[in-house]
């Protein structure tokens, strides 16, 4: 088993900055592909980013691209979200996921992770 614990969300203004962690626990040798994916009330699930076991291929929704960054340390298991310039329809609560390798077209999808954490709350106010 792999446990999954997210850290850092809180309160921002729009336009703000926040840094979400993901501590990996457990049987980390079965994590490989990294995600980041969201859900806002009332709304399903999407898919925010994701990173490679090697942190060498990165994987964004249009969204977010080139204001949001994953990456990860893996010898600390730990993987981050850096978000800038936050807009309050990104309040949402944030999870993280792992799985096994992963190819591109299957990056973005929830089910393709085995391991979810409890989620981190961000809410961005205009």
């Known amino acids: 088993q792999v446990q999954l614990v997210e850290s850092g969300g809180g309160l921002v203004q729009t336009g703000g900055s926040l840094i979400l962690s993901c501590a990996a626990s457990g049987r980390t040798v079965h994590m490989n592909t990294m995600g980041w994916f969201r859900q806002a009330p009332g709304k399903e699930r999407e898919f925010v980013a994701a990173?490679?076991?090697?942190?060498?291929?990165?994987y964004y929704d249009d969204s977010v691209k080139g204001r949001f960054t994953i990456s990860r340390d893996k010898a600390k298991n730990i993987v981050y979200l850096q978000m800038n310039s936050l807009k309050s329809e990104e309040t949402a609560v944030y999870y993280c996921?792992?799985?096994?390798?992963?190819?591109?077209?299957?990056?973005?999808?929830?089910?393709?992770?085995?391991?979810w954490g409890q989620g981190t709350q961000v809410t961005v106010s205009s």
């Open positions: 996921a792992a799985g096994g390798p992963l190819a591109v077209g299957f990056v973005h999808r929830g089910g393709s992770y085995k391991y």
């Open positions: 990173i490679s076991w090697s942190g060498e291929t990165t």
